[in-house]
Nanobody
Framework: QVQLVESGGGLVQAGGSLRLSCVAS?????????INWFRQAPGKEREFVAA????????SYAESVKGRFTISRDNAKKTVALQMNSLKPEDTAVYYC????????????????WGQGTQVTVSS
């Protein structure tokens, strides 16, 4: 089992940047999992944002964030980061990291473990 804790959310103006972090703990080897970021805006369904494979060699992004967000991981520190640039008001949401059932990036992420989320608010 793995526990995930997100941090780095906050309030930022449109065009600004934030860097989210997801720190893992637990007995399972961190490199067992690909890690995903999802987000959920008020009144909307949770949606996929980005994913990274166990090695960090493969990444995937939702079309809405491509070119603006970058996912990375440091396996020695059991940390995954989401660098978010050129933020837009429509990026406002609670952001969750999730450990996938697979170690590789797939077309259909299947999260196994979730963090508690961190709020990102982008003002216009």
């Amino acid at each position: 089992q793995v526990q995930l804790v997100e941090s780095g959310g906050g309030l930022v103006q449109a065009g600004g940047s934030l860097r989210l972090s997801c720190v893992a703990s637990g007995r399972t080897v961190f490199t067992t999992y690909a890690i995903n970021w999802f987000r959920q805006a008020p009144g909307k369904e949770r949606e996929f944002v980005a994913a990274i494979s166990w090695s960090g060699g493969t990444t995937s992004y939702a079309e809405s964030v491509k070119g603006r967000f970058t996912i990375s991981r440091d396996n020695a520190k059991k940390t995954v980061a989401l660098q978010m640039n050129s933020l837009k008001p429509e990026d406002t949401a609670v952001y969750y990291c999730a450990a996938d059932r697979a170690s590789v990036v797939t077309t259909t992420p299947i999260p196994r473990y979730w963090g508690q989320g961190t709020q990102v608010t982008v003002s216009s």
